[in-house]
């Protein structure tokens, strides 16, 4: 099956290894908006301007665009939708229900097929909350993120005047996370959950008092968490915090039998080394279920909900069954 | 949706509890080889005898086979296929594809939906092996049971001269499952991955040492393994392991990037204080997305692995999509 790449930052490039790794896959191109002449891609798959992806139509089954959810992947996944079979991995959790109207609306208009939001969360993790409270629909949910680089509230603190670079990192509570994995099933409010750590960089003379002021009350971001905040070297952040690493865990805790006698803890954790990478190996799986579907006639958009597990797997039903069930 | 249950042992029994969790479901009946009048269900639901379950043929709409799996499924399963949709947790992963297929055919004499093998483990693991496998193509899987009782493991005690009874709980290594959450990739032998630890209760004046001789020696059940054996009073057994806990941990360490530089590791644990009530309400889950497929016109045998996950919620598309991607 061949693959586009719309959009090359480090999930562009996550992709481009993730298709590596599945001899069934191949990359026709790779598509930015940025000159080609200046990118070069990790495996020598050729660049391409944006706006010739039409002219591909026919040499793409699956189009992964990587994009930002912000302002991004609104406007380009309909836009795209059109004339290729897409997947995004759209993550703005509150805005998902117009953004799947838009994407299947537009898929439909020449019958392609879309899937939004794959990912890990979204994807992997609302997967694993769907799957447990089917199973235990007497039980309350945990998701807990980290510890890992959340590069939305990296980019928050280096628009602080002042700050040359910065790296936050969402880190679980122990004790929360710990007390429901032992059976307890807490009311666990924001700050309870999470804290949150800011390796920052600042420009020589800056104000580091009024720096920390500014990030620990940032709402939305930082106010509602206990924030811990580090000024570092510009050089030991590039030794120390380059990478992306990320993670969590989703638990679901429930109760069975005839007066709830019985609990039961269903968890899923991930520990990944790099996000980008992570997510473009699930872009990858999602899209050999979508071209699988879209060849037995499925048309409009999906989410991860909808993808019977089979169609992501290389393995046949008669391999799966004898190997893996 | 009207549910059936095809065997009332500890199985039937959770499956039982299950479907009062689920307001979605009802049940039509239980249907026991054993004389109905000596059977009392938990929750007032009638008993009837097995070989007239033919006359409720159209008041269930799934019927729920509880049997064992090496004698009772492979020729019940297929049998019922042909006048019900069955679903069943056939466990004995080498014969998976046998009675795969011989449900199927069953199953498409009258058109008919069946799911074989669903549970935890064949089940939950399964699907989550699938998916791991998936996403990290380059990576190894490791899968630990326990801490938890085996019922085979203490019926084979059982049946050993002079044993009155025996509660056997298999135990991971915790070494090696901390080696293996750490990023390390071991080759692991039988007997590194779990111990055996077991509880017995013997008659008075009956040879101890023999007794832990045939258990320690016993082939494919503890001879790779090594096994604790414990000489209980009955007061002890009945007191302290009265319970069916199990659970255990499926996981992937795969690597990513152009150089295998980032590793990631996915696992999946469950903690169960009642593993037959757990894989009654795992099968409730199934059990409705059967129907929906059913509605839909899907016939023939299925696994795990066909079942997209948003069939198995009570929710709609819409609301899964707003509230749980």
Redesign the interface.
Known sequence: MRLGIYGYGNLGR?VE??VR??PDMELTGIFTRRNPESVKS??GIPVYPADKIREYRDKIDILIICGGSATDLPVISPELARDFNIIDSFDT?AH??EH?ERVNAAALENNHIALI?AGWD?G?F??????A??????GKDYTFWGRGVSQGHSDAIRRIDGVLDARQYTVPVPDALEAV?S?ETPELSTRQKHTRECYVVIKDGADQAEIERKIKTMPDYFADYDTTVYFISMEELREKHAGLPHGGTVLRSGA???NR??????????????NP??T???LA?FA?ALRRMYQRGVTGCK????????D???LS??E???H??
């Open positions: 996550g290894c993730a790794q599945n990790l495996t959790h998902i229900p799947f939001s979204p992997m609302s997967l694993n909350r769907l799957y409270s089917a199973i235990l629909p007497d994995q059976g069975t039998g005839l006698e019985n609990r039961h803890i269903i968890s899923y954790n991930l520990k990944l080394d790099s990478e992570f473009g190996s699930v799986a050999r989410t991860v909900f909808d993808i019977a597990p089979a992501l797997s290389p039903p008669e799966l069954r004898a893996m069930l």
